[in-house]
C-alpha cells in the first residue's frame, strides 16, 4: 500500500502571496509599534515596508524564488526524511495490529 506522503512528494509550497500574507497578519496581530521599537526602526518605515511593492512583497518573492518558506508560530517542522521514517514505523505499527488474532469473546 503506498502512504500518502509517496503519493505526494512535492513538496507544499506557499506562494509569495500567502508569505505577505502570513507576515502582515502576524504583523497585524503583534503590532508594529513592538516591532519597530525591537529592531530599531520608526514605525513608519514598517508602514512603508507594507505598501504596494515594498520590501515585504518583495522579500516574499525573493523567499520563494530560493526555495525558502515560511511557517506560522505554531507550526512544527520536521526534515522530510523524518517524517518518511515516522510514516514507515507507522504503516508496520498498523500491519501488525491487524495481524493480531480477534479476540475470543470471554475474556
Not at 516574499?60 to 518558506?69: D, N
Request: aromatic share 6%.
Amino acid at each position: 500500500m503506498e502512504n500518502a506522503i509517496a503519493r505526494n512528494s512535492e513538496l507544499p509550497k506557499l506562494k509569495p502571496v500567502e508569505m505577505e500574507s502570513l507576515i502582515l497578519n502576524r504583523l497585524a496581530s503583534v503590532g508594529q509599534k513592538p516591532v519597530a521599537d525591537a529592531i530599531g526602526i520608526d514605525e513608519s518605515t514598517i508602514s512603508r515596508w507594507k505598501g504596494k511593492g515594498g520590501h515585504v512583497e518583495q522579500f516574499c518573492r525573493f523567499l520563494a524564488e530560493l526555495g525558502i518558506q515560511l511557517a506560522p508560530p505554531g507550526a512544527v517542522l520536521v526534515r522530510r526524511d523524518y517524517l518518511f521514517s515516522v510514516e514507515t514505523l507507522a504503516d508496520i505499527g498498523m500491519k501488525a495490529v491487524r495481524m493480531q488474532p480477534e479476540p475470543l469473546g470471554w475474556d
